[in-house]
T-cell receptor, first 112, second 115 residues
Framework: GNSVTQMEGPVTLSEEAFLTINCTYT??????LFWYVQYPGEGLQLLLKATKADDKGSNKGFEATYRKETTSFHLEKGSVQVSDSAVYFC???????????FGKGTKLSVKP | NAGVTQTPKFRVLKTGQSMTLLCAQDMNHEYMYWYRQDPGMGLRLIHY???????AKGEVPDGYNVSRLKKQNFLLGLESAAPSQTSVYFC??????????????FGSGTRLTVV
C-alpha cells in the first residue's frame, strides 16, 4: 500500500506569518490527496483535497498542489491567524485496504 | 443533519471489562471506519466496512471486534479491555472509497481510558 511522510512539529508561528507544512507520499497509480484539520477536542475535518496531477485544492486561505513528479502535497497559507492553531494531517488514498493513510500530524500554534 | 455521531464521548474501564462503542451516520454512506489516535502515532485503522453486513480488518485489529448489521451503524467492541487500548477512538464514514476523491466525515471521538 501507499505511505505518507509529514513534516514533524510542533510548529510555532506569529500571527500573519507564512505557513508551509510538507507532505510527501509513495504511491502506485494516482491517489487522491487530502488535508484534514483537527481543532482541540474535536474530530478531523476535511480542509482541502486534490484528485489529479497539478490540481490545486484550496479552502479558508490554505492551498496545496498535487505534484506527481515530486509526489508531494505541501500545505501553505500566506498569513496565519490564531484561529488556525490545530493539528494538520496529510492523507493520500490507496492504503492496503483502499483506505486513506494518515500522516502523524503536525501541530501548529499561532501566537498573537 | 447530524453527520457522524459517536457514543459515549468518554469512558473509563477496568482491565478485563468489555464495552461497545457506537457510531451512527445519517448520510447514507456505504463505507465506515474505526480509527484509534495515539500521541505520535497518527491515526491507525482498526476495522472498516464497505457496506451493510460486511466488515474487514485494518492495520491494528487485535483485541477489537466490529459489526455492521444496519447501514447507518458501525459498532466497535472490546471484549477484554487492556491498558494498551487506552486511546481516542474515531469513527468515520464515506460515500464510497477515497480513491476518487470521496472524503471522510469524522465523528467527534470517544476518549477511552483503561485502568
Amino acid at each position: 500500500g501507499n505511505s505518507v511522510t509529514q513534516m514533524e512539529g510542533p510548529v510555532t508561528l506569529s500571527e500573519e506569518a507564512f505557513l508551509t507544512i510538507n507532505c510527501t507520499y509513495t504511491a502506485t497509480g494516482y491517489p487522491s490527496l487530502f488535508w484534514y484539520v483537527q481543532y482541540p477536542g474535536e474530530g478531523l475535518q476535511l480542509l482541502l483535497k486534490a484528485t489529479k496531477a497539478d490540481d490545486k485544492g484550496s479552502n479558508k486561505g490554505f492551498e496545496a498542489t498535487y505534484r506527481k513528479e515530486t509526489t508531494s502535497f505541501h500545505l501553505e497559507k500566506g498569513s496565519v491567524q490564531v484561529s488556525d492553531s490545530a493539528v494538520y494531517f496529510c492523507a493520500p488514498s490507496g492504503g492496503s485496504q483502499g483506505n486513506l493513510i494518515f500522516g502523524k500530524g503536525t501541530k501548529l500554534s499561532v501566537k498573537p | 443533519n447530524a453527520g457522524v455521531t459517536q457514543t459515549p464521548k468518554f469512558r473509563v474501564l477496568k482491565t478485563g471489562q468489555s464495552m461497545t462503542l457506537l457510531c451512527a451516520q445519517d448520510m447514507n454512506h456505504e463505507y465506515m471506519y474505526w480509527y484509534r489516535q495515539d500521541p505520535g502515532m497518527g491515526l491507525r485503522l482498526i476495522h472498516y466496512s464497505v457496506g451493510e453486513g460486511t466488515t474487514a480488518k485494518g492495520e491494528v485489529p487485535d483485541g477489537y471486534n466490529v459489526s455492521r448489521l444496519k447501514k447507518q451503524n458501525f459498532l466497535l467492541g472490546l471484549e477484554s479491555a487492556a491498558p494498551s487500548q487506552t486511546s481516542v477512538y474515531f469513527c468515520a464514514s464515506s460515500l464510497s472509497g477515497p480513491g476518487r476523491g470521496r472524503d471522510y466525515t469524522f465523528g467527534s471521538g470517544t476518549r477511552l481510558t483503561v485502568v
